[in-house]
Structures are given as C-alpha cells and as structure tokens.
Antibody
Framework: EVQLVESGGGLVQPGGSLRLSCAAS????????MSWFRQAPGRGLEWASA????????SYADSVKGRFTISRDNSKNTLYLQVNSLTAEDTAVYYC??????????????WGQGVLVTVSS | DIQMTQSPSTLSASVGDRVTITCRAS??????LAWFQQKPGRAPKLLIY???TLASGVPPRFSGSGFGTEFTLTISSLQPDDFATFYC?????????FGQGTKVEIK
C-alpha cells in the first residue's frame, strides 16, 4: 500500500523558512516522480513543484519559483521541500503526491495527508 | 496557464440521486483530465484520469466523459460516502491547474 507521510510544518514568521519532508513507502520510490501541492485555508488546490524519480528534472510554479526548492533522497525514500522567504500567502496545507511516471509527471495517483504551514507574526 | 472552470460550485442532492458536475478548460487538453474527491481534513483522492478511466478501487457508480474542453463527472446513485468536494485537474500542460471545486452537500 502506498503511504506518504508529511512532516515539518508549523508556525513561522514572515520571511522565515521551513523544510518539509515526505516519507514514502509501499512503492519503489526512485522509479516515480513526486510533487508538492498546497491548499490555502478554504481554497482550492495549487501545484507547487515536481521532481523526477532520478531528481534530474525539476519544475516549479511561478508563484514559488526562486523561493522553494524541491529535492529527494532516494536512499531514504524521502521527498523534501525547502520553503524560504515565506509570506502570509504561503499559509496552506502542503501535500506531497506520487506521480504516475518516472519523469516530470503531470498526473498524480496518491497523496499524503498534508502538513500545515502557517505564516504569521 | 490553462484555466479550469467547474460548475456548479455547490450542489445539494439526496442519497440515490444522479449527480453531474461539469468542468471546462480554457483551451483543448485532449483527454488529459483527472477528477479528485476530497473530504474535509483529508487528502484528495484520485477518482478518474484520462477523462474516463476509473482509478483503482473506485466504485463504478462514478464515471467521467468528455474531450477537448468539456468534461463531466457523473455519480449514478449518490451514496452517503460521496458527500465531499470534487476537483477537476488538467494534466496536459506544465501548470497542471485545478478547477475551483464542487461541493456536494446533503439536501
């Protein structure tokens, strides 16, 4: 069974940083692209970033480009998202998701339960 | 970016009703359309991909159709477990954008 468990969220001041993690199990992690999505309170879903199974192909939404960094450690079956220069608009539940391919997958088939990031002074 | 527009935003229905949700893309996405179900406080769950293919374990009362810019999600007989918010998502293009969601409420 595919399991994705996010961690690392919390309350952070504007301008601050966090590192989100997503521990994966139940599938061959290195064979699949992974993504981060987010959902602001009471709002819809927004794609943030994606990374191929090898880690060589990386993409970002314009709204986070230059501030967020996606990475993965295939030896630890873990996906990361470093989020910097945070503003109130970044307050959201952040979800990691498994892609349906090994590259930059535009389709995801399993999502984690999410982790809340709150940006506030 | 491709814009995705769902209608209605909210739908009130009873158990056993046939329910249809529409999703429109601002430009053709062929059949690169997925539907997700999300319950409060839970992660989105993939229901349908490539417009009409049921994801593993999804009950057959769910069906999808459409191509190009117009798509529909149909629940043939609404069950108590189906009350949730449904999102369409295009996966034809880099931006992988979602519709704003359709909340299916108990009438």
């Amino acid at each position: 069974e595919v399991q994705l468990v996010e961690s690392g969220g919390g309350l952070v001041q504007p301008g601050g940083s966090l590192r989100l993690s997503c521990a994966a199990s139940g599938f061959t992690f290195s064979a699949y692209g992974m993504s981060w999505f987010r959902q602001a309170p009471g709002r819809g879903l927004e794609w943030a970033s994606a990374i191929s199974g090898s880690g060589h192909i990386i993409s970002y939404a314009d709204s986070v480009k230059g501030r967020f960094t996606i990475s993965r450690d295939n030896s630890k079956n873990t996906l990361y998202l470093q989020v910097n220069s945070l503003t109130a608009e970044d307050t959201a539940v952040y979800y990691c998701a498994k892609g349906d391919c090994g590259g930059d997958c535009y389709l995801t088939d399993h999502w984690g339960q999410g982790v809340l990031v709150t940006v506030s002074s | 970016d491709i814009q995705m527009t769902q209608s209605p935003s909210t739908l009130s229905a009873s158990v056993g009703d046939r329910v249809t949700i529409t999703c429109r893309a601002s430009q053709s996405i062929n059949d690169r359309l997925a539907w997700f179900q999300q319950k409060p406080g839970r992660a989105p769950k993939l229901l349908i991909y490539t417009a009409s293919t049921l994801a593993s374990g999804v009950p057959p009362r769910f069906s999808g159709s459409g191509f190009g810019t117009e798509f529909t999600l149909t629940i043939s007989s609404l069950q108590p477990d189906d009350f949730a918010t449904f999102y369409c998502q295009q996966f034809n293009e880099y931006s992988r954008t979602f519709g704003q969601g359709t909340k299916v409420e108990i009438k």
